[in-house]
Structure formats: C-alpha cells, structure tokens
C-alpha cells in the first residue's frame, strides 16, 4: 500500500490562473481532507468529502473547491490563485466510523503539493 | 471556538535530557487529543492520542482537562527525536476536521 498519494510534488503558478490538485487515499479509506500549511505555520482545514460530497468546511472562500470521485480519490481546485494562496497543501485520508472515540479514525497525510504563486 | 497554542516555536534540549513539548487548547465539549510528528523529509505523521494511552517511542501526553493541556513528555532524549510536532484536536465523534497549533520544533543536541 502506497499510502496517500498527492500530484504534483511541486508546481508554479501566476495570480489568476487556476490549479488542481490531485490525492489518492490510502487502501480502505473513504474520507478525504484538505489541509494548507503555510510556512512555518500549522496545517488549516479547507474541507472534507465523504460519499462524494463536501461534509465539513474550514474557513477558506468559495474560491476553494474539490471534488470526490466514486473510488474515493480527490481533487481540491483553486481559482483566481493569489499570492497568500502559496503553500503546502496536504491531503489525509481516514476511514468514516460513527462510533465515539474509535482509534481506527487515524488520518494519514500524504507528502503534500508545494504551490508558489507568483 | 477550537484552538490549538504551542507556545514554543523552537526548543533544543541536549541528548538524554527530559524533553516537555507544550500544548493547550480551547474546545468546547470533549475533544480527542492528538500528537503528530514531522521528521525530516517525511509526511506528518500520528504519534500518539490521549484515547490510545500508549506510549510511542518513549513519549507520553496527558489529557489535563481542568487546566486543558495535552503536553507530550519523553524523559530522555534521543537524537532521532528531532522533528517538528504538532499538538492537534478534533470532535469526538468519526473522522472530524483537526485543528492544529503551530508547531514545535524539536532539536537534539548531542
């Protein structure tokens, strides 16, 4: 098991322009979260999708978006890209329980997208 | 509102001394508590959570709900423990967002 896979490792892009980022979840899992890292800062949650549709949110603007596919991988869009949008996006995967405290809700982050905008 | 603070962004202990890595949070409710650790070149990765009560390459963290801290502790350093760590908390319930503190970095001296 390759364990969470992201692509591109790296990428360059000019305010404006629009990006897409590509994660594949680790073997058995069904849920899905992004995350920006800025530099020298802790990973922020941009959202999480669970049966293909986006369940939670973080406080990013709708420039923000992704997508779920049927075999659980992911895609997280960035339109009008601006500077402050430069940073290491992670992607993590974990397998959705309802039940409380259950220790196989682990999630496993990828190694991330570096994005410069410039 | 859920808040992750590590109050220290660098700490360097020598080699075989305690190491005490920082953490409080605000949560409102009962969250679960976890330590994830960034080595070198590698993803982030879990090291520990308080629901777990393991102990992982020596380091223990306590859930302190009166003073809400979850500081993560390991009584003798290793060189290998260089890293970043993070202290984060999610909702009790299923795979919730987590909400991260800055980060700690951790440099062993030899």
């Known amino acids: 098991d390759a364990g969470v896979t992201q692509s591109p490792t790296h990428l360059i892009k000019t305010r404006g322009q629009q990006v897409t980022l590509r994660c594949s979840p680790k073997?058995?899992?069904?849920?899905v979260s992004w995350y920006q890292q800025a530099l020298g800062q802790g990973p922020q949650f941009i959202f999480q999708?669970?049966?293909?549709?986006?369940?939670q949110r973080g406080n990013f603007p709708d420039r923000f978006s992704g997508h779920q596919f049927p075999n659980y991988s992911s895609e997280l869009n960035v339109n009008a890209l601006l500077l402050g949008d430069s940073a290491l996006y992670l992607c993590?995967?974990?397998?959705?329980?309802?039940?409380?405290?259950?220790?196989?809700?682990?999630?496993?982050f990828g190694q991330g997208t570096r994005l410069t905008v410039v | 509102a859920q808040r992750v603070t590590q109050p220290e962004k660098l700490l360097s202990v020598f080699k075989g001394a305690p190491v005490e890595l920082k953490c409080n949070y605000s949560?409102?409710?009962?969250?679960?508590l976890f330590w994830y650790v960034q080595y070198s070149r590698q993803r982030l990765q879990l090291l520990l959570r308080?629901?777990s009560r393991e102990s992982i390459k020596g380091f223990t963290a306590d859930l302190n709900k009166g003073e809400t801290s979850f500081h993560l502790k390991k009584p003798f350093a290793q060189e290998e423990d260089s890293a970043m760590y993070y202290c984060?908390?999610?909702?009790?319930?299923?795979?919730?967002?987590?909400?991260f503190g800055q980060g700690t970095r951790l440099t062993i001296n030899p």
């Open positions: 984060a908390l999610t909702g009790p319930q299923g795979a919730q967002k987590l909400v």
């Open positions: 308080h629901i």
């Open positions: 949560y409102s409710g009962s969250p679960e």
């Open positions: 993590a995967s974990s397998l959705d329980t309802l039940f409380l405290y259950n220790l196989d809700t682990e999630a496993f």
């Open positions: 999708y669970y049966e293909e549709e986006e369940r």
């Open positions: 073997s058995g899992h069904d849920t």
